[in-house]
């Protein structure tokens, strides 16, 4: 996903913790929530930009054919994107398959691009969001559309259509049932090769959905997890709830630490989870929130900090002849980096125990230093990543996945694309690093 998209949901999502009652969406007030199973709501357009054929789109286009709905707001700052869409297109071409970007770009900025990027597959100019409200999104999300008219569902972890979801469809293997509990329940859903999607789409957070019904002080509530396997990170002015988080992942956030760089005495199982809440008498600012939730946790625990170096094993990252490209300004960034990370697991599910460098499949970090890209790596590894590369500046950084099956995968994958991609050097290796560390009062 690109930055200027991500920056622009990641304001629809803040909009709609802090200072709205009534949270609109990314498209406007949503009036319907259709769900997977329904049948699809039409394509409201003001203009076709491009089709498969010479005829005008109809309801009538839904059936034969699974449909993809990709709802991409902004085209012309996204070639890349393009030129992935249009391989994507041309990939199923000979199935059936069709393809539908809508887009609310301006028409002078979207006009002059596609005619030196055109488009393949269908092209709506929508520019009123009605599309989006109709399927019920508060932020962009792929949709699914069985050649029978009806939703299979929506894919709330890409707003850019996905192969192995598309195959899943073809194959009759996807589900919206989520599978049971691990360690067998994940096991299962793997060897059943099914896709997991959303059967409703996301809904954005309205102010106080997950307000602890707690009086206001300035003590932290902490309890066993109400619901271990479902957590979630819930902020407002004046309260912060964070559900079924491990203590060390909590005291990670608050320091905004990689939990890596955290050791806790052994007798706190780092295993169970747990809901932290505070209720605040009066809005606070976030750093004052983080040391009021982590004094919380130190005395619930009777645990105090110290920092030491201490020498770890580590990841460490060279670049003996880097390939980088230095990071392109947009009228959109922000302060702080933009990132997604892909960890193998089951297909359809998020991974995010610590892993070795093997795990990741593929990443993206834009307008970043090289430290960002190394926090923001090692943040789902086993292990601290040491910058050794002795580059200064902004850079973008995107490691592509060839889309192999896990099992197939050969033994050093990601560590030769890292090296072929970006020209950046990873191995094991021993340092000393600075390392919190928590000893018993």
Not at 1 to 20: C, E, H, K, W
């Amino acid at each position: 996903m690109t930055l200027r998209l991500l920056v622009l949901l990641l304001a629809v999502a803040a909009t709609s913790v802090f200072g709205q009652d009534d949270f609109p969406g990314f498209y406007g007030k949503i009036t319907s929530r259709p769900k997977a199973g329904d049948f699809a709501p039409d394509i409201t357009f003001t203009k076709v930009l491009h089709n498969e054929g010479a005829e005008s789109w109809s309801p009538a286009d839904f059936y034969g054919k699974v449909t993809v709905l990709g709802f991409l707001p902004y085209v012309s700052d996204n070639p890349a994107l393009v030129n992935q869409w249009n391989a994507l297109v041309e990939q199923f071409a000979e199935k059936q398959v069709q393809f539908a970007w809508i887009t609310r770009e301006k028409e002078s900025t979207l006009l002059p691009f596609l005619q030196e990027h055109p488009i393949k597959g269908w092209l709506f100019h929508d520019p009123n969001g009605g599309t989006g409200r109709s399927y019920g999104l508060e932020s962009p999300e792929t949709v699914i559309i069985g050649a029978d008219h009806r939703i299979v569902g929506f894919d709330r972890d890409s707003a850019f259509p996905n192969e192995r979801v598309v195959n899943a469809v073809l194959d009759d293997r996807i589900t919206t049932t989520p599978p049971k509990p691990p360690p067998e329940g994940l096991k299962a859903f793997s060897e059943s090769r099914r896709v997991l999607l959303s059967p409703e789409p996301q809904r954005m957070p309205q102010p106080g959905d997950h307000k602890p019904d707690f009086s206001p002080s300035y003590a932290v509530h902490i309890a066993l997890a109400h619901d271990p396997a479902n957590g979630g990170d819930y902020a407002g002015g004046d309260y912060w709830s964070l559900q079924g988080y491990t203590a060390k992942r909590l005291l990670a956030q608050m320091l905004d630490l990689n939990s890596n760089r955290i050791e806790l005495p052994a007798p706190i199982d780092t295993n169970t989870r747990y809901d932290f809440a505070i209720v605040l008498p009066r809005p606070e600012d976030e750093e004052t929130k983080r040391s009021l939730i982590r004094l919380g946790v130190e005395d619930y625990f009777h645990i105090t900090a110290t920092s030491e170096n201490r020498l770890r094993d580590v990841y460490v990252l060279t670049a003996p002849e880097p390939k980088l490209r230095a990071a392109t300004s947009d009228q959109f960034a922000s302060d702080g980096s933009i990132s997604t990370i892909e960890i193998s697991g089951p297909d359809g599910l998020r991974v995010r125990s610590p892993h070795n460098i093997e795990g990741i499949t593929s990443m993206m970090l834009q307008d970043s230093t090289v430290d960002q890209f190394c926090k923001m790596l090692e943040s789902d590894l086993d292990r601290p990543v040491v910058n050794e590369t002795k580059l200064d500046g902004k850079f973008d950084f995107e490691v592509k996945d060839p889309a192999i099956p896990a099992q197939q995968r050969p033994k050093g994958d990601f560590v030769q694309r890292l090296r072929d991609q970006l020209g950046l050097v990873i191995a094991p290796a021993q340092r000393y690093v600075e390392t919190t560390v928590y000893r018993l009062r």
